[in-house]
């Protein structure tokens, strides 16, 4: 359901519990802020979640699990709401009932609003790898992500608190920490939980809140158990995919101007968004060399004619794909559909490479500069 909050004036957000009404069946429930530059109908009775929380309103505010304690924010901060801030909240509720029995529920959260302000707004910033595989008959899998410190150097503009850490994964999740590295060295761990259990939320608190400072990097490292499995897990939110992601709560929010650190495999996606280069490639010098170098459009009007794979096509493939923004991961990447506003002509030119994509992973190092391939 959508929730409006009041706007007379400005509010700190400083607790959030839980009202239950039938114990047996409500598995966890979640808050989620809305982006106060959209204006969202308000629901006069629940609706069935999509697979994402509804797109503006993705910001956690909090969680909560029969096996968990209440929600009260450190004293030092609290979440910017009304006047000036967030206007609107969803709550998202799990119910689980294997059995199928006749229940019924009511159950919801009662949230807690001061007009006497705390010291610092609070923000969540969000640690998520987005896409990987757990292949199957692994104890220990790891899976990596998190922010280099090219990218807090830019992003964090003066020093943040984290006053907890929540780690989440799916039901093949073993182990989740979250370091802080600073000079090359891992000075503290943001999450750490060594025994995951996906039926309850993984959180740690901080009382003393953990300093962050720009120039820091931030490592998430994932471990999963797929001894059990018989077939390759990937990456997505249903219940039998898998996630490696934390969210750390953290003060004041103005000090993080983007508290995001998504990956796509081994690249760190924010990295583009502040320094613009990751594995030789720069992307705003590439995007340029799109509408200066006249090979780009004989490649996409050949390559584009059709969906085979002539000889000229993969000839030509075989050349675009020695630029160091189109190898291995950064390939894939510009389809994947992370990039927030994909250029129309990289597009165009990834729409001609796809034809001959099979023949060249097969046969590509094999072109000769004449575009035969040799034997």
């Known amino acids: 359901m959508v929730f409006n909050l009041p706007t007379d004036t400005n509010y700190h957000l400083v607790e959030a519990k839980p009202e239950l009404y039938n114990r047996r069946v409500v598995h966890h429930m979640t808050l989620y802020a809305c982006d106060p530059t959209f204006n969202i109908r308000e629901s006069d009775r629940p609706f069935e979640c999509p697979k994402v929380t509804t797109a503006p309103c993705q910001e956690l505010i909090t969680t909560y699990n029969p096996k968990f304690p209440l929600t009260c924010l450190h004293n030092e901060m609290g979440i910017n709401c009304g006047k000036d801030g967030i206007r609107q909240l969803v709550i998202q509720v799990l119910w689980h009932n294997p059995l199928g029995l006749d229940y019924q529920d009511s159950s919801g959260m009662v949230v807690y609003f001061t007009p006497n302000l705390r ?8 640690i998520d790898s987005t896409v990987f595989q757990i292949p199957p ?3 220990a899998y790891p899976v990596m992500g998190g922010c280099p410190g090219k990218c807090t150097s830019m992003s964090i503009t003066k020093e943040v608190y984290v006053a907890m ?3 989440l994964m799916h039901r093949l999740g073993r182990r989740q920490k979250v370091e802080l590295i600073r000079n090359n060295t891992i000075i503290n761990y ?4 060594d025994n995951f259990d996906p039926n309850r939320p ?3 608190r901080h009382l003393n809140p953990i300093k962050v400072l720009p120039g820091d990097s931030i490592r998430m490292i994932c471990e999963y158990d797929s001894t059990m499995m018989t077939s390759t897990v990937h990456r997505g939110l249903l219940a039998d995919e898998e996630i490696c992601r934390a969210q750390l709560l953290y003060y004041p929010k103005e000090n993080w101007t983007n508290p995001s650190c998504l990956g796509y495999k081994h690249i760190p996606l924010c990295l583009f968004e502040t320094v613009g280069e990751v594995m030789d490639c720069n992307y705003q010098e590439f995007l340029d060399s799109l509408q200066t170098e006249a090979h780009f459009n004989t490649t996409i009007a050949t390559c584009s004619l059709s969906n085979a794979c002539s000889a000229a096509c993969l000839h030509l493939v075989a050349e675009e794909r020695k630029h160091s923004c189109l190898k291995g991961e950064l390939y894939e990447l510009w389809n994947s559909k992370l990039i927030g506003q994909p250029d129309p002509r990289l597009e165009n030119l990834y729409k001609a490479l796809v034809p001959c994509e099979e023949r060249y992973k097969e046969k590509g190092h094999l072109v000769s500069s004449r575009g035969r391939v040799r034997q």
């Open 190 to 193: 943001l999450t750490s939980v």
């Open 165 to 167: 850490g929540i780690s």
């Open 137 to 139: 008959g692994i104890s």
């Open 202 to 204: 993984n959180i740690v």
């Open 119 to 126: 010291p610092n707004n609070a923000g969540f910033a969000t």
